[in-house]
Protein backbone atom coordinates (compact mmCIF):
# COMPACT_ATOMS: atom_id res chain seq x y z
CA UNK A 1 0.00 0.00 0.00
CA UNK A 2 1.03 3.51 -0.85
CA UNK A 3 2.06 5.69 2.28
CA UNK A 4 0.52 8.74 0.89
CA UNK A 5 -2.64 8.35 -1.41
CA UNK A 6 -3.71 12.00 -1.42
CA UNK A 7 -1.36 15.07 -1.03
CA UNK A 8 -2.79 18.81 -0.67
CA UNK A 9 -0.96 21.31 -1.16
CA UNK A 10 -1.39 24.50 0.39
CA UNK A 11 -0.66 27.83 -2.02
CA UNK A 12 -0.45 31.58 -0.77
CA UNK A 13 1.28 32.01 -3.93
CA UNK A 14 4.33 34.35 -1.96
CA UNK A 15 7.71 34.36 -3.04
CA UNK A 16 9.44 30.31 -2.68
CA UNK A 17 6.23 29.19 -2.60
CA UNK A 18 7.26 27.12 -5.91
CA UNK A 19 9.73 25.34 -3.38
CA UNK A 20 6.81 23.92 -1.52
CA UNK A 21 4.75 23.12 -4.89
CA UNK A 22 8.45 21.32 -6.01
CA UNK A 23 8.39 20.01 -2.55
CA UNK A 24 4.82 18.15 -2.89
CA UNK A 25 5.32 17.30 -6.90
CA UNK A 26 8.00 15.26 -5.52
CA UNK A 27 6.19 13.53 -2.80
CA UNK A 28 3.38 12.62 -5.10
CA UNK A 29 5.58 11.07 -7.75
CA UNK A 30 7.39 8.98 -4.82
CA UNK A 31 4.16 8.04 -3.45
CA UNK A 32 2.35 7.68 -6.72
CA UNK A 33 -0.46 9.56 -5.03
CA UNK A 34 -3.13 11.93 -5.93
CA UNK A 35 -1.75 15.51 -6.16
CA UNK A 36 -4.38 18.84 -5.54
CA UNK A 37 -3.80 22.48 -4.65
CA UNK A 38 -5.88 25.04 -2.78
CA UNK A 39 -5.30 28.73 -2.58
CA UNK A 40 -7.40 30.64 -0.12
CA UNK A 41 -8.02 34.00 -1.42
CA UNK A 42 -7.15 36.46 1.60
CA UNK A 43 -5.87 38.78 -0.35
CA UNK A 44 -8.40 40.44 -2.38
CA UNK A 45 -11.55 42.06 -1.40
CA UNK A 46 -14.55 39.94 -2.08
CA UNK A 47 -17.52 41.84 -1.11
CA UNK A 48 -21.31 40.42 -0.86
CA UNK A 49 -19.19 36.75 -1.23
CA UNK A 50 -19.43 34.66 2.12
CA UNK A 51 -16.49 32.56 3.98
CA UNK A 52 -16.51 29.36 2.50
CA UNK A 53 -17.41 30.02 -1.28
CA UNK A 54 -15.90 28.06 -3.90
CA UNK A 55 -14.48 29.79 -6.76
CA UNK A 56 -15.46 28.65 -10.25
CA UNK A 57 -12.25 28.39 -12.13
CA UNK A 58 -13.62 28.30 -15.67
CA UNK A 59 -16.20 31.11 -15.10
CA UNK A 60 -15.07 34.65 -16.35
CA UNK A 61 -15.78 36.92 -13.37
CA UNK A 62 -14.87 40.21 -15.15
CA UNK A 63 -12.96 41.03 -11.49
CA UNK A 64 -9.83 41.42 -12.54
CA UNK A 65 -8.04 40.66 -9.17
CA UNK A 66 -9.69 37.43 -9.18
CA UNK A 67 -8.87 36.48 -12.64
CA UNK A 68 -5.10 36.94 -11.86
CA UNK A 69 -5.52 34.59 -8.81
CA UNK A 70 -7.45 31.91 -11.08
CA UNK A 71 -4.60 32.55 -13.74
CA UNK A 72 -2.14 31.49 -11.05
CA UNK A 73 -3.88 28.28 -10.03
CA UNK A 74 -4.36 27.30 -12.93
CA UNK A 75 -0.56 27.69 -14.60
CA UNK A 76 0.10 25.64 -10.97
CA UNK A 77 -2.37 23.26 -11.62
CA UNK A 78 -1.23 22.75 -15.09
CA UNK A 79 2.43 22.49 -14.05
CA UNK A 80 1.70 20.20 -11.31
CA UNK A 81 -0.31 18.12 -13.23
CA UNK A 82 -3.35 18.05 -11.24
CA UNK A 83 -6.88 18.47 -12.87
CA UNK A 84 -9.42 21.54 -12.10
CA UNK A 85 -11.12 19.75 -10.07
CA UNK A 86 -8.65 18.75 -7.85
CA UNK A 87 -7.91 22.26 -7.89
CA UNK A 88 -9.51 24.67 -5.07
CA UNK A 89 -10.17 28.76 -4.89
CA UNK A 90 -12.18 29.50 -2.16
CA UNK A 91 -12.83 33.20 -0.04
CA UNK A 92 -11.98 32.47 3.46
CA UNK A 93 -9.67 32.04 6.11
CA UNK A 94 -6.44 29.96 4.89
CA UNK A 95 -6.67 28.25 8.17
CA UNK A 96 -10.23 27.16 7.89
CA UNK A 97 -10.43 26.72 4.29
CA UNK A 98 -7.44 24.14 4.27
CA UNK A 99 -8.94 21.77 6.74
CA UNK A 100 -12.14 21.84 5.04
CA UNK A 101 -11.02 20.84 1.55
CA UNK A 102 -8.07 18.20 3.31
CA UNK A 103 -11.17 16.60 5.09
CA UNK A 104 -13.09 16.77 2.08
CA UNK A 105 -11.15 15.58 -0.15
CA UNK A 106 -10.09 12.68 2.37
CA UNK A 107 -6.32 14.28 1.98
CA UNK A 108 -4.30 12.16 3.74
CA UNK A 109 -1.03 14.37 3.98
CA UNK A 110 -1.05 17.91 3.54
CA UNK A 111 2.03 20.03 2.35
CA UNK A 112 2.41 23.60 3.30
CA UNK A 113 5.58 26.04 3.67
CA UNK A 114 6.74 26.99 7.41
CA UNK A 115 5.89 30.82 7.06
CA UNK A 116 3.94 32.60 4.14
CA UNK A 117 3.19 36.38 3.77
CA UNK A 118 1.45 36.25 7.72
CA UNK A 119 4.36 34.40 9.21
CA UNK A 120 8.31 35.91 8.86
CA UNK A 121 8.47 36.47 12.24
CA UNK A 122 7.14 33.52 13.83
CA UNK A 123 9.01 30.55 13.93
CA UNK A 124 6.19 28.62 12.19
CA UNK A 125 3.23 30.60 10.32
CA UNK A 126 0.17 31.41 11.35
CA UNK A 127 -1.52 29.04 8.84
CA UNK A 128 1.05 26.06 9.49
CA UNK A 129 0.09 26.16 13.43
CA UNK A 130 -3.17 26.29 13.05
CA UNK A 131 -3.53 23.61 10.48
CA UNK A 132 -1.10 20.92 12.65
CA UNK A 133 -3.45 22.03 15.54
CA UNK A 134 -6.89 20.68 13.48
CA UNK A 135 -5.40 18.53 10.79
CA UNK A 136 -7.08 15.07 10.74
CA UNK A 137 -4.06 13.87 8.85
CA UNK A 138 -0.57 14.25 8.56
CA UNK A 139 1.32 17.71 7.97
CA UNK A 140 4.51 18.16 6.22
CA UNK A 141 5.71 22.05 7.03
CA UNK A 142 8.62 22.03 4.42
CA UNK A 143 11.38 25.05 5.50
CA UNK A 144 11.39 27.70 3.57
CA UNK A 145 15.18 28.45 2.30
CA UNK A 146 16.16 32.05 3.84
CA UNK A 147 16.65 34.51 1.23
P1 LIG B 1 1.68 31.77 6.97
O1 LIG B 1 0.82 31.27 8.05
O2 LIG B 1 1.10 32.91 6.21
O3 LIG B 1 3.07 32.05 7.43
O4 LIG B 1 1.77 30.63 5.84
C1 LIG B 1 2.31 29.34 6.07
C2 LIG B 1 1.94 28.45 4.90
O5 LIG B 1 0.52 28.24 4.92
C3 LIG B 1 2.26 29.00 3.52
O6 LIG B 1 3.60 28.75 3.13
C4 LIG B 1 1.26 28.23 2.66
O7 LIG B 1 1.72 26.91 2.40
C5 LIG B 1 0.04 28.15 3.59
N1 LIG B 1 -0.88 29.28 3.34
C6 LIG B 1 -0.85 30.51 3.91
N2 LIG B 1 -1.81 31.30 3.39
C7 LIG B 1 -2.45 30.55 2.45
C8 LIG B 1 -3.52 30.81 1.54
N3 LIG B 1 -4.11 31.99 1.48
N4 LIG B 1 -3.91 29.80 0.73
C9 LIG B 1 -3.32 28.60 0.78
N5 LIG B 1 -2.29 28.30 1.60
C10 LIG B 1 -1.86 29.26 2.43
Known sequence: MNEYQH???????????DYVAEK???????YQSKLSI????DNIPMPDTNYGTVI???DDSGYDLLEVEKAKLKQ??????VSVDQQRLVWGLPKQEIIVFANEQQAD???L???GRHGLALLLGSTVNAV??????DVMAVRLPTL
Open 76 to 81: LGGYLG
Open 7 to 17: ILLAVDFSERC
Open 24 to 30: AKSLAYK
Open 56 to 58: ELN
Open 38 to 41: IHVL
Open 113 to 115: GSH
Open 109 to 111: LIV
Open 132 to 137: LHHAMC
